[in-house]
């Protein structure tokens, strides 16, 4: 079976803070891939990143930045310079081959002027 | 990119009748799609595995006769909330498979409430 683990349930910063949200996963397939996914108060989902169990390099988009490590089961999201627009839900997600997704339990980040 | 949509978007329906929300695949063709409910503040839940042209596949805990699923066409799975309750408001959002198994898109949601 496939869990994702987002201990922070909330984390609330000051704009321009750099904010670290913590995703660690447990599955058996060799093979997976690991999201994340933006949900705003509208309820739609916003994909961010995928990443799949053979590519451990780190990736920077602008103002994200991901940092993948199968040695801990981790994939870290880091959104640097925080703004009011980054506050959301922010899930982590695994899906293997089945397709279909395991999201974790969510971080409510919380960006203050 | 590839897009989804769901409809509608948002429903209100009385305690005992029953739902139907369409999921539709815009500009691919998606063998297989996924229903998610979720539930205030809570995570996404999966339901049921929909394949084109094949009974739905049920997650453990899921009602497979309160949660009709029909998946007739390559662009089109419905869900139907049979015989809703207030318990059953929840938002609900469906993903459709891409070419890959790593390519899910999902659509917008539906929120339904029963009052």
Known sequence: AQKVTQAQTEISVVEKEDVTLDCVYETRDTTYYLFWYKQPPSGELVFLIRRNSFDEQNEISGRYSWNFQKSTSS????????????????????????????FGDGTTLTVKP | GAVVSQHPSWVICKSG?????????LDFQATTMFWYRQFPKQSLMLM???????KATYEQGVEKDKFL???????????????????DSSF????????????????????????
């Open chain 2, 48 to 54: 049921a595995t929909s394949n084109e042209g094949s």
């Open chain 2, 69 to 87: 699923i029909n998946h007739a066409s390559l662009t089109l799975s419905t869900l139907t909330v049979t015989s809703a309750h207030p318990e």
């Open chain 2, 17 to 25: 009748t029953s739902v139907k929300i369409e999921c539709r695949s």
């Open chain 2, 92 to 115: 609900y959002i469906c993903s459709a498979q891409g070419q890959s198994f790593y390519e899910q898109y999902f659509g917008p949601g539906t929120r339904l409430t029963v009052t």
């Open chain 1, 75 to 102: 994939f870290n999201f880091t959104i640097t310079a925080s703004q009011v627009v980054d506050s959301a839900v922010y899930f982590c997600a695994l899906s293997t081959n089945a397709g279909k997704s395991t």
